[in-house]
């Protein structure tokens, strides 16, 4: 059952796993709406100067998570229309909390191949997905599944699979929740 009822003066929240399509979403759903959209890892970006990559290998993870909070902080104050952000965000209980009372939270989930398979498809990967673990590749991708999960499950107002659906039907999607649309979400609060 969702936390939160669908409400469209509330910023919607996209979390979830990298390469589920949170960014990609995110402004189709801005651009239905006719509002604003923000991705945090766009704003770490712009404000340093640097990619997400560097920033990890330069700063460290730490003082990553700590430029994050920082930038979801900055971003909710904003009261964007759509808010993507980073798939380790809601580890922190101060982001889930802000999220979680800014926003309406929809979770974007797929599968680990799936997610491996679109990770190494994306041109961008080298310079915005850092490795965060010992593992990489797959086996990275399933421990921190394992680990991010629960944490999204409990925030996630919504719960879309995006394996098998296109970023335009997965927004429309998204909006018919928001609007009351039930034929969009079914009762378990999940498409």
């Not at 990890?56 to 430029?67: I, K, M």
Request: glycine letters at 10%; charged letters at 25%; one cysteine or more.
């Amino acid at each position: 059952m969702a936390r939160n009822p669908p409400g469209s003066d509330r910023t919607i929240v996209l979390i979830g796993f990298r390469g589920v399509g949170k960014s990609t979403v995110g402004r189709r759903i801005a651009e239905l709406m006719n509002g604003g959209y923000v991705d945090t890892d766009e704003l770490l970006t712009c404000r340093t100067g640097r990619t997400i990559v560097e920033l990890f290998e330069e700063l460290g993870e730490r003082e990553f998570r700590r430029l994050e909070t920082q930038a979801i902080q900055t971003a909710l104050e904003e009261r964007p229309a759509v808010l993507s952000v980073g798939g380790g965000a809601l580890m922190a209980h101060c982001n889930r909390d802000r999220i979680c009372a800014a926003g309406n939270v929809v979770w974007l989930t797929a599968p680990a191949e799936v997610l491996w398979d679109r990770i190494l498809a994306d041109p961008s990967t080298a310079s915005n997905r850092p490795k965060l673990t010992r593992l990489g590749g797959i086996e990275e991708i399933r421990q921190l599944l394992a680990e991010r999960e629960p944490v999204y499950s409990v925030s996630a107002d919504l719960i879309v699979d995006t394996t098998d659906k296109n970023p335009q039907s997965i927004a429309l999607g998204i909006l018919g929740w928001l609007e009351g649309d039930r034929n969009s979400a079914p009762e378990d609060h999940s498409i």
